[in-house]
Each structure stands twice: as structure tokens, then as C-alpha cells.
């Protein structure tokens, strides 16, 4: 601003103690740059805290990399499942009608929404992994 004041700006400071870091990364003169593997186009720095070998750096990079695949996946079949429960709810509401056969025929479509969600979910996956393959 062309007059500061008190409170304009909020500076913080942080000690963070040295300790031993591994990093992997392409050096380029005297600058540490990310580089790209032959197998994945995106630039990528590995850094983790202590001392690693660059195969380690890279197993810890896969497990964390499994891991969140794996995360946006069960989201995914999640997502699917109740998708296909939701498709199914017009032929529920027609069976509400009746007492006896809206909830029966609600846990029946949950099921059947389940399934649905694994059978198109299974498919996404294997789709997937043909096409990144």
C-alpha cells in the first residue's frame, strides 16, 4: 500500500532444525529441477525426511502413489453403487404402496446397486489399466 500500516502484512518465521534429507531430482548447473521418468510424463521431485537410497525414495513414492489410487477408487465404487441405488429408487417408490414390499424391495435394490457398482466399477478399472498399459 503506498502508506503501511501496522497489520498489512502478517511475517512468520519458522527454525526448522537441520537434519539429513534425501532428495531425488535432476540437477541442472547448480539448481536441483524435477525430472520425469520414461513410464510417467509428469515432472516429479522426491523428497523424504533421513537417508534414503534413490531406489527406496522410489518405493515410498509408489506405496504413497497406491495408496491414494486406492482411496479414489473405493470412492469411485462407492460413488457408482449408490448411483445405480439412486437409478433404481423410481421402481421403490412404486413399491412403497405397499408396507411389506417397499422395504424388502429397498434392501433388494440396495443389493442390486451394489452389484451394479462392482460390475461397472470393475469394468472403469480394467478399462483403466488397458489403456495406461
Given at each position: 500500500?503506498?502508506?503501511p500500516s501496522i497489520g498489512d502484512l502478517r511475517i512468520s518465521f519458522e527454525y526448522i532444525?537441520?537434519?539429513?534429507?534425501s532428495i531425488a531430482a535432476?540437477?541442472?548447473?547448480s539448481t536441483l529441477i524435477p525430472f520425469t521418468m520414461p513410464h510417467d510424463p509428469q515432472p516429479l521431485v522426491l523428497i523424504?525426511?533421513?537417508?534414503?537410497?534413490a531406489s527406496e525414495l522410489l518405493r515410498i513414492y509408489k506405496n504413497n502413489n497406491d495408496i491414494v489410487?486406492?482411496?479414489?477408487r473405493a470412492v469411485g465404487f462407492i460413488l457408482m453403487s449408490f448411483g445405480w441405488y439412486l437409478e433404481f429408487s423410481h421402481v421403490r417408490n412404486l413399491a412403497d404402496w405397499?408396507?411389506?414390499?417397499?422395504?424388502?424391495?429397498?434392501?433388494?435394490l440396495m443389493l442390486i446397486g451394489f452389484?451394479?457398482?462392482l460390475v461397472t466399477?470393475?469394468?472403469v478399472i480394467i478399462v483403466a489399466w488397458l489403456v495406461w498399459r
Open positions: 500500500p503506498a502508506s532444525p537441520s537434519s539429513l534429507v535432476k540437477q541442472q548447473n523424504e525426511m533421513g537417508s534414503y537410497s489410487t486406492w482411496c479414489f405397499g408396507r411389506f414390499f417397499g422395504g424388502v424391495l429397498s434392501g433388494g452389484g451394479m457398482g466399477w470393475s469394468i
